[in-house]
């Protein structure tokens, strides 16, 4: 019944900036904690991001650090993850996912629903 639908994607130069999106279903939104995962080409899905239900608190990966910021708004159900100064190795399918629980947000295993993706592509 859980629905997640990501935009955002495209094609942006290096260095340039996105902001992704991603609209879930459900009255229940805020309870959960949300994530962001990417899979880069012959890549295994790699833990981005992630954000507690009423977005106190915020995880990333030492790749993304201070480049990712995600966020969430809980009265429109959506979270977000704006995206700066991309890298050609930032390149892939982001997913968009509903963590089981905030202790295990920074494995790909550690989320029960997910969206289909969106693709960022980093080309000069």
């Known amino acids: 019944q859980v629905q997640l639908v990501e935009s955002g994607g495209g094609l942006v130069q290096p260095g340039g900036s996105l902001r992704l999106s991603c609209a879930a279903s459900g009255r229940t939104f805020s309870n959960y904690c949300m994530g962001w995962v990417r899979q880069a080409p012959g890549k295994e899905r790699e833990f981005v991001a992630a954000i507690s239900g009423a977005g106190q608190f915020a995880y990333y990966a030492d790749s993304v650090k201070g480049r990712f910021t995600i966020s969430r708004d809980n009265a429109k159900n959506t979270v977000y993850l704006q995206i700066d100064s991309l890298k050609s190795e930032d390149k892939g399918v982001y997913y968009c996912?509903?963590?089981?629980?905030?202790?295990?947000?920074?494995?790909?295993?550690?989320?029960?629903?997910w969206g289909q993706g969106t693709q960022v592509t980093v080309s000069s």
């Open positions: 996912a509903r963590g089981s629980s905030w202790y295990t947000r920074t494995t790909a295993g550690g989320y029960d629903y």
